[in-house]
């Protein structure tokens, strides 16, 4: 039902529209649920009795734990485990309920993430995903099966070996001994073996979400492409590309899985790679699984204007980001979409091709800094929400009374 249909569907009895608030997180300033609140808040100061229901979003990384947590309930799990220069950090994951059982959601970068390690010591030549591992074997001992990782972030450049470790996988340098925890196993791996796997390994379901589309190794693979904001010099990301390369050959003839043919076995280091290739992860989009969980869709079909949004919408929202995934659906059921955003692309013709229409919150001229303060950022929110709504209710596309 479009918009303009309003004033005819009121005349027969027609309920007031509904709109559905479906933003990502504004990073480095305020959550999605802030965010969400925020422009309900607009919204609401010109028709006070509007249906607005506000659905946290994010695409698998930062922010989606807690959009899961706010729609499904659950609880979060903290454990000590290796961080990825294999000191100890305290990490956590989300336990919830889906579907009648309870599901794990593990952001990697909340044990091997890049924000775990001061800048002057980042080097994907050091870094392992063990604490990865950890996070997964202290779930499944709890009696968990169900798990989804979200991949973004990471520090490290291991091809997964580290979190294999950790869940009982061996690995054997060229003369056949074996390697230990620390630094970046990859480096020498030659040899695998999977006697000692934990058992349970078997009963587990895992989900991958994430949008990078990098393959293990290659000139556009995990190396070459991520390594080097992880601290990686140039000879350096040659010597981790030809690990990978010489890693990817090992599972082969242990799995016989060809990682390289996978879409996004290069994420994260690898580790996109060594889940599909040893747990049999599946590979998923990470907004499409946020939209999923959180029953977004369902709200999407319920409503009549969607709202969505995030920091920056430009193109690299067309990756797999929170405003055109959740456009992309909602454009699917003909419904209509306004993105709002600290920052847009001047080139937005592709954009618009999801979004009806894109609207900058910034109301003045700030420093970056004071533009992603809280209080800010919530006030433009608003303030742009509202009067996207006036000129709604101004132009007769929206009735308030």
């Known amino acids: 039902m479009s918009l303009s249909d309003k004033k005819k569907d009121q005349k027969i009895g027609v309920s007031r529209i509904k709109i559905v608030i479906a933003v990502d997180s504004f990073k480095g300033s305020v959550s999605s649920l802030q965010a969400g609140e925020a422009i309900k808040n607009g919204i609401l100061r010109v028709c006070p009795d509007r249906e607005v229901v506000v659905s946290p979003m994010a695409d698998g990384g930062e922010g989606s734990a807690e959009a899961i947590l706010y729609t499904l309930g659950g609880k979060k ?24 059982t309870d599901h794990v959601f593990i ?19 050091k ?6 591992g950890e996070q997964i074997k202290d779930a499944i001992k709890r009696g968990y099966r169900h798990f989804i990782l979200s991949l973004g972030g990471s520090a490290t450049n291991d091809g997964g070996i580290g979190m294999l470790q950790a869940l009982g996988w061996q690995f054997f340098d060229e003369n056949g001994n074996l390697i230990g925890k620390e630094a970046n196993p990859l480096l020498n791996t030659a040899a695998m073996s999977t006697q000692k796997v934990l058992s349970e390994i078997a009963e587990c379901k895992f989900t991958i979400a994430n949008d990078v589309l990098n393959p293990f190794y290659g000139p556009s693979g995990a190396a070459h492409i991520f390594a080097r904001q992880k601290g990686a010099s140039d000879a350096e990301i040659v010597e981790l590309d030809k690990g990978l390369e010489r ?16 879409p996004g076995a290069g994420a994260a280091g690898g580790l996109g790679g060594a889940m599909a290739a040893c747990l049999n992860a599946k590979m998923a989009s990470g907004a499409e699984i946020i939209m999923e969980l959180t029953g977004l869709k369902d709200k999407i079909r319920w409503a009549d204007l969607v709202i969505t949004g995030e920091g920056s919408i430009d193109q690299q929202s067309l990756l797999g980001k929170v405003p055109v995934t959740v456009a992309k659906y909602a ?8 993105g709002l955003a600290g920052r847009i692309d001047t080139e937005l013709e592709r954009i618009n091709e999801h979004l009806d229409a894109v609207f900058s919150i910034q109301t003045q001229c ?8 809280e209080e800010i950022t919530t006030k433009q929110l608003e303030v742009t929400a509202e009067q996207v709504m006036r000129l709604l209710v101004n132009s007769r596309k929206i009735y308030c009374n």
Do not use: W
Not at 333 to 338: G, L, M, N, P
Not at 366 to 373: P, Q, S, V, W
């Open 247 to 262: 890693f990817a050959r090992i599972l082969y003839k242990e799995t016989g899985i060809d990682v390289q043919e996978i």
């Open 107 to 125: 952001e990697s970068a909340s044990s091997c993430g890049l924000t775990l390690i001061p800048e002057e010591r980042r080097t994907p030549m």
């Open 127 to 132: 870094t392992n995903t063990f604490g990865l």
């Open 366 to 373: 700030r420093t970056l800094d004071e533009a992603m303060l």
């Open 331 to 338: 454009k699917h059921h003909r419904k209509a979409v306004i």
């Open 77 to 100: 799990v903290h454990v000590n485990v290796k961080g990825p220069l294999m000191d100890s950090v305290s990490a956590e994951y989300v336990i919830f309920p889906y579907n009648g």
